[in-house]
Every structure is written in C-alpha cells, then in structure tokens.
C-alpha cells in the first residue's frame, strides 16, 4: 500500500514533515500541488479528504470528482461535505 499526499496546506506540510521522519517512509509520497489530479484520481483505491474542524468547506469539489471516478471516499463531517456523502 502506498500513501500520496497532494496538496501545499499547512496540515499537508505538516503531514510531510512528521511522516519522513518515519524510518520506513518508502510508502509515502507527497507531490505538492497537481495539474493531473484526473490522473491520480485514477489510480487510487481511497480518497480521503481532512479538515480540521474549525475550517469551512462549503462544497468539496475535489469529493465529487473523486465519487465521479467510482473511488471510496472518507471526509469530514464538517460544512457542506455532510451533504454529498452518506454515512455508512
């Protein structure tokens, strides 16, 4: 199993910064901000989307467009994204 990180948020800074301090961090592959998010989107088994609490996501495109390629999704409970997904 493999991790990509994609992004440039302080949380994914800090992901980056905590997690390459793992001894074996092989997995893990963070590759900041992406044009081919189409493409990455393809290749992946779960999608996870995290915010933290106190941020507000009105309508998580990126969630959509995740669904839209039939891939397993695990957000936060927070903001419009309560709207798109239904709790299992």
Known sequence: MHWVFVGNTIPYKTYESTLNK??????????????????IM?????????????DM??????ITEAMYMETAVIASNIGGIKEIILPE
Do not use: Q, W
């Open 42 to 54: 393809a290749d992946i088994d779960i999608f996870s989307h995290y915010l933290d609490p106190c």
């Open 22 to 39: 793992l001894k074996d961090n092989s997995r893990l592959h963070f590759v900041g901000v992406r044009n081919d998010i189409a493409d």
């Open 57 to 62: 996501e009105t309508f998580g495109m990126v």
